[in-house]
C-alpha cells in the first residue's frame, strides 16, 4: 500500500501511509484508537476507497472495490469479532458463501478442513458446534475459513482481547507457523508485548501519519511505545503499598442469573477493603457483568448477600444504594455511562439532579448544575467541542470516560467500582484513569476494578481475584503471584493443583 | 483549557427542516393545481382567505387548532420521553365522555369558575387513566405501546357507544348526545361576541397553558430531567437510579391527559356534541403536528395553527373549482417530506458545508497574499469570516 490518504469529514484519517508487508513475514500495525489502523485496514479490505494512494500486491497494481475482491486476491482478516452463526457447525461455517452450486458436499469440504487444520496445527473438529466450542477455538474457526479462501495475506485485528494468556501463546504459535507457510500476516494491536513477542517489522501510525517502519527485535517495547504516543510514556503506575481499613463491600455466597437464564455468578464471596484495589481477573463473559450488575443493582441476586458499609444491599434500590456512597464506572459507557443525545452539563448530574443543591421543590437550579459540570470537566480535562454544552456523543471515547470517571469520582462514593474502565482508549488516556483509581484508594476508598486485561489487574490491584464460569476460583495478593498462576487460575485451575 | 472547537460548515436546524417540509408541501400543492389546470396562486388565496379573512374565520381556525395543540402536545410529550402515543384519538373519547357527562349532570347554577376546572380536572384524569394504563402493560408486561394504546383507542370507541345511550342520549337522534347547554360548555359569551360566533373557546387558553407547562416540565423540573432520560436512553436512567417503570407509567398518564383535554375542547366547546361511531382523525392529525413540530412544544403549537389554517381553508377552496382534497394532499405532502427530515438535513448540511468549503479556499487564499503561514483551522469563527470576505474579494480582483 503505497501513499494512502483517506479523508472523513473534518479529518484526515490516513495521511499519505505507505505499509509494505514481506511474504511470509508476521508485520504489526501499530497505533492508538483512531490512528488510523482501522481505516488502513478497510482500505485494503475494501470497506472504504482510498482518496489517493495505490495498493500492489506481488508487485501488480490492484484496485479493491470490496470485501469479494479482497477475498479473490487473497486476503483474508479475521475480525475482532467473529463472524460465525452460532448454531452452525464448524465446518458450515467455514464453507458459507463458499458452497459451490445449488448442492453442496460436506462431507469433501470437511476433509479439506481437516487437511488444513493438521497442517497448520490448528486441531479443528470440524463437526463441533460452534456454540459449544472455546472462543480460542472460535478464533481458530476464523483463520482456518481464510485459509479455506485460500488467503495469503491475513489480516488480525486485535486478535488477542478476548483470549487467556494460554490461547494468546498458542496464537502466536499458529501465527508463526503460517508465516512459517509463506503466509503474510498483518497484525493490528496496540500491545507492545504481543509485537514483541511475535512480529517481525512493526509500522507505527499517529494521528493518520507513518511514524516509521523498525525491526522489532532491536527495538525495545518503550521506544516503540513512545514512537505510538509521541513522547515518553510510563507503563508503571507509581503507587505505594496498600493500607487496607475495614471491608467496605462484603458479598456472601452470592448467585445471580445470566440473561440465558442459567447461573453466571455461583455462591462467590468476596470481601473490599477501604484503601485497597482489588481486581477481579478473568475471561470475558465468566460472570463479571452478572456480578457487578447484581452489587451495582442493575440485576437482581437469586441468592446470597451484598454488604455494603454494614448495610444489606442486596435488594436495595439503585438510587438508595448510589446515595449509601457507591459509584459505578459501567462497562459499556455509551449505552450504560452517559446518555449520548444528551448533554455534558445533564450528564454530569444524572444520578444527583433531584437533589437540593441542584434542585429545589422539583424544579432544577441550571445555574448551579452548569458550575458544577464545568468544575468536574476541568478538574478531570475533558475536552468537548462546546465545553459543557456539548452533546455527550459528540466526545471522543477517551473524554466520554474521562466525563464519567470524573462524574463518579466527585459524587465521593465510599466503593468505586470500575469496570474495564480503560477499553479501546489510548495509553495517555490509560494513565490518566490509571493515576486516578489508585488516588481514590489512597484517599481510603475501596475500589473494585473488573479488566480482562491482566497487565491492568496486575499494575492496579493490590489483591487479584479471579473468576471462571462464574465461581471465585482464588484470591491472591498481587505482589505474591505471578502472570502465569493467575493465567491458569482463569482458565479454571488453581494453583494448588486440581480443577474446581 | 477546553481546545478550541476546529471551525465546521453549521448543521440544519429542527426549524429549518421542518420549515423546508413545509415550503415543499406547498410547492407539491401548487403542482397539483397546475396540473388540474388551476391558478396556484388563487388557491392559496383561497385558503389563506378562508382561514384568516374575518375575526369569526380566525377564531374557527384557532378553534380547530386547539385540539391539534393538545394533541400534538400529547404526542410530543410521550415522543420526548422514548414513548409512541398513537392512543391519542381514545384518550380524547374518554376525556370527551366524562366531560359531556359532568356537562350533562352538574348543576346548572353551579358558577363557572367552579365548573370549569372540575370539567377540565375529569378530562385530563379520564384521558391521563387511558394513558396510565398503556403505561402500565409497557412497564409491568413489556406490550408495547403502540398495540395497546391502538386496542385502548378501539375499546374507548365501544365504551362511547355504550355511555351515550345510557347517560346522554339525545331522544330526537339516537346515534349521539345531547348537545351540551351553552353555559356548559367551554365557550365563553364574551370570545363568541369578540370573534362573531366561532367555535374558539377556553380551550385554545387550556391550550396555550399547557404548551407552556409541558415547556416547563421538559426544561425545568426534575420530573421533565428523568422523564427525558429514560426516554433517551433507559439503561443509562436505570444505572443512575432513575426508576424506569414508574417514569413510563406517569409518562404516558401526562399524554394520556393532555389528550384527555383535547377531547373536552373538542367535544365540549369546538362543538358540543358526541356521536356514536366515530373515531376523531385529530389524534392521528396530531402525530403529524408533532413531527413537524420536531416534538418541542412550540414547534406543536405552531405545527398545529398551520394545519388548522390549511383545514379550515379547504373549505373555501371549493369556490375557485379546485378539490378541497388539494389541503389534505398538502398536509400529506407535508407529513411525508418531515417523515423524510433525514434527507431534508442531509441537503442543508451539503449545502452548508459545500459553501464552507468555498469559504475555506478563500481564507487559505487571503492568508497565502498576506503571507500568513497560518492555517484555516487555527483561526478564530470572527478571523475565519473577515478573511473569507477578503480572499473573496481579492480571487475576483485576479479574474
Redesign the interface.
Known amino acids: 500500500m503505497l501513499g494512502i490518504r483517506k479523508e472523513f469529514?473534518?479529518i484526515i484519517a490516513n495521511d499519505d501511509i505507505t505499509l509494505q508487508v514481506r511474504e511470509g513475514e508476521i508485520h504489526a500495525i501499530l497505533g492508538e484508537n483512531g490512528a488510523g489502523k482501522s481505516t488502513l485496514m478497510s482500505i485494503l479490505f475494501g470497506l472504504y476507497h482510498a482518496d489517493r494512494g495505490v495498493i500492489r500486491i506481488r508487485g501488480k497494481e490492484v484496485s479493491i472495490k470490496s470485501p469479494n475482491d479482497a477475498f479473490s486476491l487473497g486476503i483474508g482478516m479475521v475480525h475482532q469479532h467473529f463472524q460465525l452463526v452460532h448454531n452452525f457447525t464448524v465446518a458450515e461455517n467455514i464453507i458459507l458463501g463458499k458452497e459451490g452450486g445449488f448442492v453442496y458436499d460436506i462431507h469433501r469440504a470437511s476433509k479439506r478442513i481437516k487437511d488444513i487444520s493438521e497442517r497448520y496445527g490448528l486441531s479443528i473438529e470440524p463437526d463441533m458446534v460452534i456454540e459449544d466450542i472455546t472462543v480460542g477455538m472460535q478464533q481458530r474457526v476464523e483463520i482456518l475459513k481464510m485459509l479455506y479462501r485460500d488467503a495469503d495475506i491475513l489480516i488480525f485485528d486485535e486478535p488477542t482481547a478476548v483470549l487467556t494468556p494460554q490461547e494468546i501463546s498458542e496464537l502466536m504459535e499458529i501465527m508463526r507457523g503460517l508465516a512459517a507457510e509463506g503466509k503474510s500476516i498483518i497484525l493490528i494491536t496496540h500491545k507492545l508485548d504481543e509485537i514483541k513477542r511475535v512480529a517481525d517489522r512493526c509500522t507505527v501510525i499517529r494521528r493518520g501519519r507513518l511514524v516509521g517502519v523498525v525491526d522489532v527485535q532491536s527495538t525495545s517495547a518503550s521506544e516503540m511505545a513512545s514512537m505510538m504516543v509521541g513522547r515518553p510514556v510510563s507503563f508503571k503506575v507509581e503507587k505505594a503499598p496498600s493500607n487496607p481499613g475495614p471491608a467496605i463491600l462484603r458479598i456472601e455466597d452470592l448467585s445471580v442469573m445470566s440473561s440465558r437464564h442459567v447461573l453466571g455468578v455461583k455462591n462467590f464471596s468476596l470481601d473490599v477493603h477501604a484503601g485497597e484495589i482489588v481486581g477481579i481477573a478473568g475471561v470475558d463473559g465468566n460472570g463479571q457483568s452478572e456480578l457487578i450488575e447484581a452489587i451495582?443493582?442493575?440485576r437482581h441476586a437469586e441468592s446470597g448477600r451484598i454488604f455494603f458499609k454494614d448495610a444489606d444491599i442486596t435488594s436495595m434500590?439503585?438510587?438508595?444504594?448510589?446515595e449509601l456512597g457507591l459509584g459505578?464506572i459501567?462497562e459499556?459507557r455509551q449505552?450504560?455511562?452517559?446518555?449520548?443525545?444528551?448533554t455534558l452539563t445533564?450528564n454530569m448530574v444524572?444520578?444527583e439532579?433531584?437533589k437540593e443543591g441542584f434542585?429545589h421543590h422539583?424544579?432544577?437550579d441550571?445555574p448551579r448544575i452548569h458550575d458544577y459540570a464545568e468544575r468536574i470537566?476541568e478538574k478531570f480535562d475533558v475536552?468537548?467541542?462546546?465545553?459543557a454544552e456539548s452533546l455527550a456523543g459528540k466526545l471522543s471515547g477517551g473524554n466520554q470516560q474521562k466525563a464519567i470517571i470524573g462524574r463518579e469520582i466527585t459524587g465521593e462514593p465510599d466503593l468505586l467500582i470500575a469496570v474495564q474502565p480503560t477499553r479501546g482508549l489510548d495509553v495517555g488516556a490509560i494513565e490518566f484513569i490509571h493515576t486516578q483509581l489508585v488516588k481514590e484508594r489512597d484517599a481510603g476508598k475501596a475500589v473494585l476494578l473488573v479488566s480482562f486485561e491482566l497487565d491492568e489487574i496486575f499494575n492496579l490491584a493490590d489483591r487479584i481475584a479471579v473468576i471462571n464460569a462464574g465461581r471465585l476460583i482464588d484470591v491472591v495478593r498481587t505482589d505474591e503471584t505471578d502472570v502465569d498462576s493467575v493465567g491458569l487460575m482463569m482458565a479454571g485451575i488453581k494453583a494448588s493443583g486440581g480443577e474446581r | 483549557m477546553?481546545?478550541i472547537?476546529?471551525l465546521?460548515a453549521r448543521k440544519a436546524s429542527p426549524l429549518l427542516v421542518s420549515l423546508s417540509a413545509v415550503v415543499l408541501g406547498i410547492i407539491a400543492g401548487c403542482v397539483f393545481i397546475l396540473l388540474i389546470g388551476k391558478n396556484p396562486f388563487d388557491g392559496f388565496e383561497k385558503i389563506l382567505f378562508g382561514a384568516l379573512s374575518s375575526r369569526r374565520r380566525i377564531g374557527n381556525t384557532l378553534g380547530m387548532s386547539t385540539q391539534l395543540i393538545l394533541i400534538g402536545l400529547s404526542v410530543s410529550f410521550a415522543f420526548k420521553t422514548g414513548l409512541f402515543n398513537i392512543g391519542a384519538s381514545g384518550q380524547m373519547l374518554v376525556g370527551g365522555i366524562a366531560g359531556s357527562i359532568l356537562a350533562y349532570y352538574l348543576p346548572m347554577d353551579m358558577p363557572r369558575v367552579i365548573y370549569i376546572p372540575v370539567i377540565v380536572i375529569a378530562a385530563a384524569a379520564a384521558g391521563g387513566i387511558w394513558g396510565f394504563i398503556s403505561g402500565l402493560l409497557k412497564a409491568k408486561f413489556n406490550v408495547h405501546e403502540v398495540v395497546s394504546t391502538i386496542m385502548l383507542n378501539w375499546i374507548a370507541y365501544w365504551m362511547v357507544y355504550d355511555f351515550i345511550p345510557r347517560f346522554i342520549i339525545d331522544p330526537t337522534i339516537s346515534v349521539k348526545s345531547k348537545p351540551i347547554p351553552l353555559e356548559h360548555t367551554l365557550r365563553a359569551e364574551w370570545l363568541r361576541e369578540a370573534t362573531g360566533f366561532s367555535t374558539l373557546n377556553y380551550g385554545f387558553f387550556i391550550a396555550i397553558i399547557m404548551t407552556v407547562a409541558v415547556w416547563f416540565i421538559l426544561k425545568?423540573?426534575?420530573?421533565g430531567?428523568?422523564l427525558?432520560?429514560v426516554g433517551?436512553?433507559r439503561?443509562?436512567?436505570?444505572?443512575?437510579?432513575?426508576?424506569v417503570s414508574s417514569s413510563i407509567m406517569i409518562s404516558m398518564a401526562i399524554a394520556g391527559a393532555l389528550s384527555g383535554l383535547a377531547g373536552l375542547t373538542y367535544y365540549c366547546g369546538y362543538s358540543e356534541i358526541m356521536e356514536m361511531g366515530k373515531m376523531p382523525n385529530e389524534g392521528f392529525d396530531g402525530i403529524a403536528v408533532a413531527l413537524l413540530g420536531n416534538c418541542s412544544p412550540a414547534g406543536s403549537f405552531f405545527a398545529a395553527i398551520f394545519f388548522g389554517i390549511l383545514k379550515m381553508g379547504r373549505g373555501s377552496l371549493a369556490a375557485t373549482g379546485i378539490p378541497t382534497e388539494i389541503a389534505d394532499t398538502i398536509i400529506a405532502t407535508v407529513i411525508y417530506f418531515t417523515a423524510t427530515n433525514v434527507l431534508l438535513s442531509a441537503f442543508w448540511n451539503g449545502r452548508f458545508?459545500r459553501s464552507f468549503e468555498k469559504k475555506e479556499e478563500a481564507v487559505s487564499y487571503a492568508l497565502k497574499a498576506a503571507g500568513d503561514m497560518r492555517c484555516a483551522s487555527d483561526l478564530s469563527r470572527k478571523e475565519f469570516d473577515e478573511l473569507a470576505k477578503k480572499g473573496r474579494k481579492l480571487m475576483k480582483e485576479v479574474r
Open positions: 469529514p473534518g451495582t443493582g442493575l434500590p439503585i438510587r438508595k444504594r448510589n459505578h459501567p459499556d449505552k450504560r455511562g452517559l446518555i449520548l443525545g444528551a445533564d444524572i444520578k439532579f433531584y434542585s422539583g424544579i432544577l441550571y470537566i475536552r468537548s467541542g462546546e465545553g | 477546553n481546545r472547537r476546529p465546521e425545568k423540573t426534575t420530573l430531567f428523568s427525558k432520560a433517551s436512553n439503561f443509562c436512567a436505570e444505572y443512575a437510579g432513575i426508576k458545508q
